[in-house]
């Protein structure tokens, strides 16, 4: 069975540190892979996703870049921290056809001092 | 640009009754897909229910269905015989069918509450 891991699962940040989310999913091949942050009290927004290793898009403009350096690990990265980065970060893949679901994994809790 | 509208940031209902929760979203395509997630507590996010645009009969699973209005851009879920474990945030959600739109346009969630 498909799984789908993330750490960490919490996160305190000074300003202007460095951060680095990971992201791995077991049990499929050639996922599609996504970032996404919630912040409190809205919805999901999506950051980043991936249909294959090395290929990114990008959906907003921001502190943060992703990358995919094999096939089932998707990484999350700032050089330096905002504190508007706070949120709860969510990592989800997909496979296949627009009406298969995201499967999400437990996500990572960030917060920015 | 898609977007998905769901206007009542908080729902109740009591244990046993029947809740709908509303979403309208906004799109000139013909084809796409709607979802229902759950995310309750722990954070984990977890489909409820799904709808192809093209599909005229609506979708069931078990206590959840949906009421999916294509003209009016509508896509209402209803929850009968509510449980206490069906206290969560519940997101709906848009994906294109275009080929290269992989992504989900969510809501901004409904946080329901099930009185005991």
């Known amino acids: 069975s498909q799984t789908i891991h993330q750490w960490p699962a919490t996160l305190v940040q000074p300003v202007g540190s460095p951060l680095s989310l990971e992201c791995t999913v077991e049990g499929t091949s050639n996922p599609n892979l996504y970032w996404y942050r919630q912040a409190a009290g809205r919805g999901l927004q999506l950051l980043f996703y991936?249909?294959?290793?090395?290929?990114i898009s990008s959906e907003v403009p921001q502190n943060l870049s992703a990358s995919r350096p094999q096939d089932r690990q998707f990484i999350l990265s700032s050089k330096k921290l905002l504190l508007s980065d706070s949120g709860f970060y969510l990592c989800?893949?997909?496979?296949?056809?627009?009406?298969?679901?995201?499967?999400f994994g437990p996500g990572t809790r960030l917060t920015v001092l | 640009a898609q977007t998905v509208t769901q206007s009542q940031p908080e729902m109740s209902v009591q244990e046993a009754e029947t809740v709908t929760l509303s979403c309208t979203y906004d799109?000139?395509?013909?084809?796409?897909?709607l979802f229902w997630y759950k995310q309750p507590p722990s954070r984990q996010m977890i489909l409820v229910i799904r709808?192809?645009?093209?599909?005229?009969q609506n979708a069931t699973e078990n206590r959840f269905s949906v009421n999916f209005q294509k003209a009016a851009k509508s896509f209402s879920l209803k929850i009968s015989d509510s449980q206490l474990g069906d206290a969560a945030m519940y997101f709906c959600a848009y994906r294109s069918d275009q080929g290269g739109s992989e992504k989900l346009v969510f809501g901004k969630g409904t946080k329901l509450t099930v009185n005991p």
């Open positions: 991936s249909v294959g290793i090395g290929q």
């Open positions: 799109t000139s395509e013909s084809d796409y897909y």
């Open positions: 709808q192809e645009a093209y599909k005229q």
């Open positions: 989800a893949w997909s496979v296949g056809l627009a009406l298969n679901e995201q499967f």
